[in-house]
């Protein structure tokens, strides 16, 4: 293997009390909030095809016309009560908050910059009231932040003369204050989920970036941290140069999933999903396709059953209501979620043949495996492949417990299980398998 001095420090997953709380998570929601939900993809009456968040970049937006909106910046619609609320009956146990996207503006009162909510129209901070009232839900806080910073004077994409690593270097300062600050301000954040550390300047800054993640981690133990946001010696994210992880989970599946266990290479993962195609912040005229409760529930599912978590975008308009997709969205996942949570939470990946009906999730901490049917088979008959000597005693409906089955053995370690379940439920069904083991004794691990 290649020596490394920052590349991954641990091998292997975390196995503290905090990293297990963050795998059995499920469920999450990502808010990206910012002046670009002002515009809202749209500039002098013309209509951006690109993200919403990226508007500052389109050739019909002026850089300087889109520096300027921190003056209109007042969303006197904003109830982050009613938002963890929502969060809440949506069944997220996490909430992941831009603090700072790529165009630099903050949403706390920071200290090392103008560029904040202190000097819009609004006046005040947005992130604490937010981390207040989740917190207040149950619902975990972690800060995303943007290395990449548009409004920064010493932010450089790549490192080429001598004033750029001059500037930078004030640039790798103001990044370090902002992230500690952050911490001192919202001790409750359970972690950071970084983005915009892909430009050549920051991938050169191993040293400084290995250094900072041991600081953060020293403000807050047991704080989580992504894959996405240290470079190892060589400039290589995600991955060190031997291949290894960096930092606690990978942030590599953005609006995609892995298709099998293998792409997961048994690690930690997330998905970060956006409703649309691809809109992160808010944009007032959606096209394309926009997934349905029953897409987002499958993706839902299918993160579980490979180990991840899967969270879910919103991006509340300029005013700051959450539009009314996002809600029923939210309404419907959250009725779903009342009856088969049980399938979610502390659930991760089994080991059992993939069927064409759906996934199989397993609770990491009662060995319960749930069949999650998305695919009804035409005559109804669900095929279950165990591995040896693993009995299918009980079987039965998560919704309707007295719904029982009897699995019938049509081969070696090969069932049908036949459906009663009503075809009028929305969303997929879940039967709740509890294996018993035969012949062997008591306690023995039988998943990995
Ligand atoms: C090429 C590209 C850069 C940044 C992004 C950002 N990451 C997502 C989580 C959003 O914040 C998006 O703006 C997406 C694509």
């Known amino acids: ?17 905090m990293m297990q709380t963050w795998r059995n998570y499920g469920l999450g929601q990502f808010i990206h909030w910012g002046l670009y939900a002002i515009p809202g993809g749209h500039w002098e009456g013309k ?3 690109g993200a919403a968040e990226w508007i500052r970049s389109w050739k019909d937006m002026p850089n300087e016309a889109y520096d300027e909106l921190y003056k209109e910046f007042d969303p006197q619609n904003f109830d982050p009560r009613a938002w963890a609320k929502q969060a809440k009956s949506l069944g997220a146990k996490y909430m992941i ?8 503006f903050c949403l706390w009162p920071s200290e090392y910059t103008d560029y904040d909510v202190t000097n819009s129209p609004y006046g005040k901070d947005i992130i604490g009231p937010l981390v207040e ?17 548009w409004n920064h004077l010493g932010y450089r994409s790549k490192l080429e003369t001598e004033e750029d690593r001059e ?16 911490l001192d301000l919202y001790p409750t954040t359970k972690g950071l989920w970084f983005d915009g550390t892909w430009d050549a300047a920051w991938k050169e800054q191993a040293a400084f970036a290995d250094k900072l993640e041991t600081e953060m981690r020293e403000k807050i133990p047991g704080l989580i941290i992504g894959s996405r946001f240290r470079p190892d010696d060589y400039g290589n994210r ?38 649309p195609e691809n809109q992160w912040g808010y944009h007032s005229d959606w096209r394309g396709h926009v997934k349905t ?32 997709e996002e809600t029923k969205l939210a309404a419907e996942i959250g009725d779903w979620m009342d009856v088969n949570h049980e399938a979610i939470y ?84 879940v039967i709740v398998i509890e294996p018993t083991k035969e012949k062997q004794q008591e306690g023995t691990e039988y998943q990995k």
Not at 1 to 17: F, N
Not at 173 to 180: A, G, I, Y
Not at 256 to 275: H, R
């Open 1 to 17: 293997s290649i020596a490394l001095e920052h590349g991954s420090h641990r091998l292997g997953k975390r196995t503290d009390e």
């Open 47 to 49: 209509y951006y095809g």
């Open 97 to 104: 908050i831009t603090t700072k996207h790529h165009d630099g």
């Open 133 to 149: 009232a989740y917190d207040a839900e149950g619902i975990d806080v972690y800060l995303y932040f943007s290395v990449m910073d």
């Open 167 to 182: 500037a930078y270097e004030g640039f790798k300062e103001f990044t370090r204050n902002q992230l500690l600050e952050l």
């Open 238 to 275: 995600h991955f060190d140069s031997n291949g290894d992880l960096m930092g606690d989970y990978e942030q590599g599946w953005e609006r995609k999933l892995p298709e099998t266990f293998e792409d997961t290479k048994g690690n930690d993962w997330d998905c970060v999903m956006t409703v």
């Open 293 to 324: 409760s029953f897409e987002l529930i499958e993706m839902l599912v299918k993160s579980v059953s490979l180990n991840g978590n899967f969270v879910m975008n919103f991006g509340p308009d300029g005013q700051g209501s959450i539009r009314e």
């Open 346 to 429: 502390g659930c991760g990946y089994l080991d059992w043949k993939k069927q064409d009906w759906g996934y199989y999730t397993k609770n990491r901490e009662t060995g319960k495996v749930y069949m999650v049917v998305f695919n009804r088979p035409l005559n109804g008959a669900l095929r279950v492949k165990t591995p040896s000597k693993i009995g299918l005693e009980k079987v039965y409906s998560l919704k309707e417990p007295s719904v029982t089955y009897e699995p019938e053995e049509v081969h070696k370690d090969e069932y049908f299980i036949h459906l009663k379940e009503s075809k009028t439920s929305k969303g997929p069904v």
